[in-house]
T-cell receptor, first 113, second 110 residues
Framework: DAGVTQSPTHLIKTRGQQVTLRCSPKSGHDTVSWYQQALGQGPQFIFQYYEEEERQRGNFPDRFSGHQFPNYSSELNVNALLLGDSALYLC????????????FGSGTRLTVV | DAKTTQPPSMDCAEGRAANLPCNHSTISGNEYVYWYRQIHSQGPQYIIHGLKNNETNEMASLIITEDRKSSTLILPHATLRDTAVYYCIVRPQYGNKLVFGAGTILRVKS
């Protein structure tokens, strides 16, 4: 049973560019959340998607946007990249109404130069 | 979600019990205590959660004080592979997001 799969694992972008990160949730899960983790800090919640809609959003600018597809997979898009966007981006999946924990992927390491 | 306070780091000898404390004095009645850990270069991993009763699973035990203002995660026989950052999170059981603090860096030493 595959867990959460994220792609790519690493990438390097230039300031001002746009990036798309992808996430496939764990089998049976229908909710996807995205987190940003700067070096040495805990993950910070970006947003959550359920039924192809953004359900909750953290304190991130509109440059961060997302999408969820009918097969529950999700994308995170970041426009006009800044150096400060360099971080590990984590995807977590869960089943709505299930009180137990989220399953996290290993993340995408984004470096903005 | 209530805030939590954890020590920044702890050491533990391999084979001994690791006891990781967490203070959550502002916890409300519908909030659960969750523990996750993050091993280097991996995503966070769910360990255990509880409301007011002590809980145990194959990974760890969770002890919550009677007033629910603090809790302790216990790894009964720590191994080198338990070296990680451990996060204590307080949230409603069906809440949407996880609010991570800085966590506790646990170093298990041989």
């Amino acid at each position: 049973d595959a867990g959460v799969t994220q792609s790519p694992t690493h990438l390097i972008k230039t300031r001002g560019q746009q990036v798309t990160l992808r996430c496939s949730p764990k089998s049976g899960h229908d909710t996807v959340s995205w987190y940003q983790q700067a070096l040495g800090q805990g993950p910070q919640f970006i947003f959550q998607y359920y039924e192809e809609e953004e359900r909750q959003r953290g304190n991130f600018p509109d440059r961060f946007s997302g999408h969820q597809f009918p097969n529950y997979s999700s994308e995170l898009n970041v426009n006009a990249l800044l150096l400060g966007d360099s971080a590990l981006y984590l995807c977590a999946s869960s089943l709505v109404g299930q009180g137990t924990g989220y399953t996290f992927g290993s993340g995408t390491r984004l470096t903005v130069v | 979600d209530a805030k939590t306070t954890q020590p920044p780091s702890m050491d533990c000898a391999e084979g001994r019990a690791a006891n990781l404390p967490c203070n959550h004095s502002t916890i409300s009645g519908n909030e659960y205590v969750y523990w996750y850990r993050q091993i280097h270069s991996q995503g966070p991993q769910y360990i255990i959660h509880g409301l007011k009763n002590n809980e145990t699973n194959e990974m760890a035990s969770l002890i919550i004080t009677e007033d629910r203002k603090s809790s302790t995660l216990i790894l009964p026989h720590a191994t080198l592979r338990d070296t990680a950052v451990y996060y204590c999170i307080v949230r409603p059981q069906y809440g949407n997001k996880l609010v991570f603090g800085a966590g506790t860096i646990l170093r298990v030493k041989s």
